[in-house]
């Protein structure tokens, strides 16, 4: 199991960039939380295995139609055993 934190920055508050990051996750079998920030960037926490994870990664790279993705930036951190997937 790994977790990555992911930002991505961008045109990515106000379309359904969140709920459809949760979608993707439940999918691939990932465990975490997905928030807006007050920056205007997308936060998450994703937990699982190495390849659903990186899927999940891949699909915040590029976010759901309406979204603008300049850039990600994903940190590697020490699993945490969390369970379900929220959007806070």
């Not at 934190?5 to 709920?19: E, K, L, S, T």
């Not at 926490?45 to 994903?74: I, K, Q, S, T, Y």
């Amino acid at each position: 199991m790994i977790r990555r934190r992911v930002v991505a920055h961008g045109h990515v508050q106000g379309v359904f960039f969140r709920d459809s990051t949760r979608r993707a996750a439940v999918r691939a079998g990932v465990t975490g939380w997905v928030a807006n920030r007050g920056d205007g960037s997308v936060e998450a926490v994703l937990e699982g295995e190495e390849d659903a994870v990186a899927r999940v990664v891949a699909f915040m790279h590029d976010g759901p139609r309406g979204a603008n993705v300049a850039w990600c930036d994903v940190d590697e951190e020490e699993p945490e055993g969390l369970e379900g997937f929220a959007v806070r």
